[in-house]
């Protein structure tokens, strides 16, 4: 995977994105690539936003994998940043490959070079396999997480 080259996403890669984003079967179950336009307008508010990074993996033009880096600042911590990782998707085509490790590598490195003194996650309790390699990586399962669905 050393032709693997992590940058920023442009809009023409949003319809890969999605693809990949409902690939599986909670995706399949929320999201819907034949209407791109909720994506591309949030696409729009996430590149105006500084304090957001959407990145794809690219291997030889082809968009492979993507995550969303947000940046927190906040006042716990005396006032430290966080940086929270979402929508971490490797297509099916390049999975078991390694390239999950790199998309997360590329996040700690950059929320270090942010200055972020932790780095976070949220990953569906069904993500069984997905809790196996965070856990490899370093990840620890302190927290529970809650969440409450507005629409």
């Known amino acids: 995977m050393t032709d693997v080259v992590i940058r920023p996403a442009t809009e023409a890669d949003v319809p890969t994105i999605v693809g990949m984003l409902a690939e599986d079967e909670i995706g399949a179950t929320r ?27 690219d291997r030889g033009g082809e968009v492979v994998g993507t995550l969303q880096l947000t940046i927190i600042p906040g006042m ?11 929508g971490v998707r490797v297509g099916a085509a390049a999975r078991g490959l390694g390239l999950g490790t790199i998309l997360m590598e590329w996040s700690i490195n950059e929320a270090k070079r942010r200055e972020c003194h932790l780095i976070q996650l949220t990953s569906d309790k069904t993500r069984v396999d997905a809790h196996r390699f965070y856990d490899r990586l370093g990840f620890v399962g302190s927290h529970e997480g809650f969440k409450l669905l507005l629409r």
């Open 76 to 86: 716990s911590r005396k006032g430290a940043k966080r940086a929270l990782v979402e």
């Open 31 to 57: 999201e819907s690539p034949d209407d791109l336009a909720p994506y591309l307008r949030a696409f729009a508010d996430i590149v105006a936003d500084s304090n957001q990074v959407l990145v794809v993996a």
